[in-house]
């Protein structure tokens, strides 16, 4: 912090200094915003943060969305949000008449969909096939079926297998059930949100204001209760809390106050 306070005292000083001289002076100007580039902390690299994998599990509605997009964009990580993922097969699935029970089927489409992510402001915009899909895959039809066909096994291994390539070279926050467990078992710290099931409605209900779908506190929280009974029962890559994840009950914590919470953690795990 003092170093880099250092380096924008002294660059504002030889800017307005060089500004009014000659030519030759002007050089030293912009060799100062090359340093000013390269020696700017960024915090993963300051504190040990570089190549790092972090999970983050919990059920629907516990904040693991907003925490891991936030996170990775302050830690200058990628977003890896495995949920659209399965998402995006489902709309797929809808969209083509492909049978939700046809385990094959789906996992052919698996193996070929180009699934890809982009950050838009605060927004991590999803493209399937180079379509943005962003609000297609959050429609209500696309939430009742997507538990269905995330259970198949050879869906799972297909998107487990893009997941493991997406974070080769560290630097992810991965969100999802079974990312803890499954897909990053060796991750470098897994946390598991949890919140009470009526905040966990209360969220989404605003999540899909926010993309003007209209809908029921009541609503969201049958089918928030459904889901979890779905997806902590399947028996491929059931929900469930691993004994090396750290609990956070997200229920009275803004989303700032998780954020600083996993922040620390990752501090004390990787330093
Ligand atoms: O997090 P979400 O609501 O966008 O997830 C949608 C569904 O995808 C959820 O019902 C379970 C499934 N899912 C999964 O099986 N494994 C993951 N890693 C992420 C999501």
Redesign the pocket.
Known sequence: MLKAFFIIAVFIFKGSYCLCRPRQKRRLLFADIYLLLVLMPKPYKLSGFSGKIIAIDGP?GSG??TTARILAARLGYIYLD???M??SITLFALRNNISIEDGHALGAIARKLNIDFKMDGDLNRVFLNGEDITTAIRLPEVTVA??QI?AHLEVREAMVKQQRKIAKGGNVVAE????TSV?FPKADLKVYLDASLKERARRRLIDFARLNINSSLVEQGKDLAR?DSL?SKRPH?PLTRTSDSVIIDTTNLTIEEQIEKIIKLAKSHFT
Do not use: E, F, H, L
């Open positions: 629907a693991k969305s495995t949920g659209a399965y998402r997507v538990s995330s999802g059930r079974d990312t897909v889901r997806d890559s």
